[in-house]
């Protein structure tokens, strides 16, 4: 059972940035893909980015050119960094290993 634990949540203004970090524990296998997603109250959870072996990466269109995601690769690790924040990106942020594993979530509130 692979555990993720998220962190670097928090409160920030608009156009202002942010870095989430997860690590992944309980396994002694690569990871192939690691990702995030996020759920915004009221809303169904969405993809936010995704990096797979090799270092290939997904984005989803709303966040592309602001948030870059990094890590993965083997290293059981992911980060991303969020830049130009907007209101619309306040949602829980989730860390997901190979499709099947979670995180608990980490709140981001974008709000002046």
């Known amino acids: 059972q692979v555990q993720l634990v998220e962190s670097g949540g928090g409160l920030v203004q608009p156009g202002g940035s942010l870095r989430l970090s997860c690590a992944a524990s309980?396994?002694?296998?690569?990871?192939?893909?690691m990702g995030w997603y996020r759920q915004a109250p009221g809303k169904t959870r969405e993809l936010v980015a995704i990096?797979?072996?090799?270092?290939?990466?997904v984005y989803a269109d709303s966040v592309k050119g602001r948030f870059t995601i990094s890590g993965g690769n083997g290293r059981n690790t992911v980060n991303l960094q969020m830049n130009s924040l907007k209101p619309e990106d306040t949602a829980v942020y989730y860390c997901?290993?190979?499709?099947?594993?979670w995180g608990k979530g980490t709140l981001v509130t974008v709000s002046s």
């Open positions: 309980g396994t002694r296998f690569r990871l192939n893909a």
């Open positions: 997901n290993a190979d499709g099947q594993s």
């Open positions: 990096i797979r072996t090799g270092g290939s990466t």
